[in-house]
């Protein structure tokens, strides 16, 4: 009996133990659990998660320009992703995942024994629920109390949302290497493709990547990242999700990926930065996290025909003046990235193999064997013939749909711009030969001299003053105290010849500087300032000299672009933009752009500045630069309704070609920008009004032939035309020297009264 006693004795208190443990344990996991639950984030702010979403900027017709922002994530909806890919996860990750409760206990059980047993934590009990929780809610730190967290917030989630959501969550902010967030982010930094377009190899190879994405990366290390794909596609045959016949063709595949380093389908890196800072200016540094989507006015086959067009016109010009590279391989000091970058612009870097009759062997940076015919060297002369050696560092670039030839980086500079005239939309811009090399956007920040670009407004001024495109001005020599410049100014014309009575028409269509200087010294500097406010010029880009009327004061390529814009519009000052819209990453436009139109009729009218009549005979006289003139070469695109202005400055620092028809604008700028000089021939038709031309082609290429009719502010008074509202001048002498023009003025209105308005 004693035996027994002691013996229930000892059960009596070992059970008394045991319920105490077990209080101890539920008080201390009730008291745990409270305490971590009071402390833990709410899993409802998930319904209303917002990505951090790279700011993207489209062309006019939605074709990707560029994106900003540190991190690339494109969202996307659950229903959107392709089954077979959901599956690669599954079987990588969780393939309990629409099982469990959001907790594998089974796994989390499987890790613990691990870990007693090799004292080394093992991966595996983590669900996809789990690390959405660690993902979203909670810090990366291994403990085992936000062990603990997790797998509470884990269990609240999974009553909180449906597993659809949950998954959704997870493939959108799952980290997949090379700053890439989600899967299809994914998909576009290592195959350029949509998720639609993945293999079934590249989609195992996709889903491996959470794992451990520095370690499993395809292009870090692509042995361990096909070792891992193929570890993958295996799970997927074990659960059913593929075939034999599947796995074996996917095992079989070598690796495709490849860091997609341009994933842009538009090259307009100038627009793309003017769109990042004004976006940035507007909504500060949330602009790169917002996923903002901006429109912009860029028409992607116009803006890719002005890039080439100005690298074309870069070129040829580059090649005039011969080949620079110094001898033995060495680049210029200046230039040490002409060599070690292998591209820039449309200019690739290659090493001579050998030469021959034929021309010379060369390998691209890349491998790429090429030949270049002798053809293509013309013009390096024998200074780059003798460079020409086994071994030699140099440049090449491709034609288009032709040959490969010798090039260089070019030393000038040039810029473009094509506005809409009807409302000022940029329809291209090119600021420079290349953007990664030199930012400086030419096209809207340069400061140059508009030279005889800037006459048409002088012109303009003549006809609103009373003269008519017959009128007479003596074409002579003339010395003059100019406050603008502040000396004694004896301008001439380029010929260095004078050609004495001399009419408007003539005298723009063949760039008379001295026709332009006469008119301006007769109507006033002041009247001629005034009609360039007009135009939208500030007062600081007007000197207040007569050297005005030569384009002495300053403008950018789009600013000229905005003033030839009136003369093809019918005479209204439009504002150029190159935003249509902004949309929040749902698709929401948060603002939309309202542009002042050319038109009478019109409820956002923008401002007439000049009359239907005056803008008339204006196109009439560009028309004839065109035609017979100093941009003849123009004519070579078979129109009659194109019009425009050439414009050189002193010592051909600045080339300009400013030339419209009522559809298109473009104006087109080449210097350097340390203002070298450009050479004594390079003038704006030689320089600039090229690069027009190839972009004219493109543009005009469906465009019908516009006709011109005489507006009804245009009538006769006599025997002269004149324009409604403006009083006809007194066609006496402008100066005591011109008695002989003002007789040959009346003289030609009263035999030929059709010329006193054209």
Sequence with gaps: MPQKTQSGSILKWFAIFFVIVVIGVAALSYVTYTRLSSDLPDVKTLHNFRYEVPLSVFSKDNRLIAQFGGNKRMPVKIEEVPKQLINAFLAAEDDNFFKHPGVDYKGLIRAGLQLALTGKKRQGGSTITMQVTRNFLLSNEKTFTRKLKEILLALKIEREYTKDKILELYLNQIYMGHSAYGVVAAAQTYYGKDLNNLTLAEQAMIAGLPKAPSAYNPIADEARALERRNYVLQRMLELNYITQED???????????????????????????????????????????????????????????????????????????????????????????????????????????????????????????????????????????NYLRAGAAIRVRQIKNGPWTLTQIPDVEGAFVSLNPSNGAILALVGGFEFDQNKFNRAIQAKRQPGSGFKP??????????????????????????????????????????????????????????????????????????????????????????????????????????????????????????????????????????????????????????????????????????????????????????????????????AWFNGFVPTHVASTWVGFDNFKPLGHYETGGAAALPMWIEYMRTALKDTPIATFNPPDDVYMKGTEYVQKGVALKNLSPISSAKKSAAEATKKLIKEKPMEALF
Excluded at 329 to 349: F, H, Q, R
Excluded at 361 to 382: D, E, H, M, Q, V
Excluded at 458 to 471: H, P, R, V
Aim: proline share 5%.
């Design 247 to 385: 796995y074996g063709s996917a095992l079989a595949q070598d690796s495709t990926a490849k860091l997609q380093y341009h994933s842009s389908e538009v090259s307009a890196p100038f627009i793309a930065e003017m769109v990042r800072q004004y976006v940035h200016e507007k909504y500060g540094d949330e602009a790169y996290t917002l996923g903002l989507k901006v429109f912009t006015t860029i028409e992607p086959d116009l803006q890719n025909a002005a890039e080439q067009a100005l690298r074309n016109a870069l070129h040829t010009y580059d090649e005039r003046h011969g080949f620079r590279l110094l001898a033995q391989g060495m680049t210029d000091p200046n230039k040490p990235s002409e060599i070690i970058n292998p591209l820039i612009g449309d200019t690739v870097a290659a090493t001579v193999s050998s030469v021959d009759n034929d021309g010379v062997n060369a390998r691209l940076y890349s491998g790429t064997p090429i030949k270049i015919s002798w053809k293509k060297i013309t013009w390096g002369g024998n200074k780059l013939k």
């Design 457 to 654: 407004i002088i012109y303009t001024t003549a006809l609103e003053e009373g003269y008519t495109a017959a009128s007479m001005v003596n074409d002579a020599p003339l010395a003059i105290f100019d406050p603008g410049l502040g000396r004694i100014w004896k301008p001439e014309n380029f010929t260095r010849k004078f050609y004495g009575p001399t009419s408007l028409r003539k005298g723009l269509t063949y760039s008379r500087n001295m026709v332009a200087i006469q008119l301006l010294k007769e109507m006033g500097i002041a009247k001629g300032i005034a009609t360039g406010l007009r135009f939208g010029f500030a007062k600081e880009q007007l000197p207040y000299g007569l050297s005005l009327a030569l384009g002495s004061g300053y403008a950018s390529p789009l600013q000229m672009a905005r003033m030839y814009s009136v003369f093809a519009n019918g005479g209204f000052l439009v504002d150029p933009y190159f935003i249509e819209r902004v949309e929040s990453h749902e698709g929401t436009v948060i603002f939309q752009t309202n542009p002042k139109t050319a038109c009478d009729a019109c409820q956002n009218q923008a401002p007439r500045i000049i009359s239907p009549g005056i803008n008339y005979v204006m196109n009439s006289m560009m028309q004839d630069v065109v035609k017979m003139g100093t941009a003849t070469d123009a004519n070579i695109l078979g129109r009659n309704d194109l019009a425009g202005k050439t414009g050189t400055t002193n010592d051909q620092r600045d």
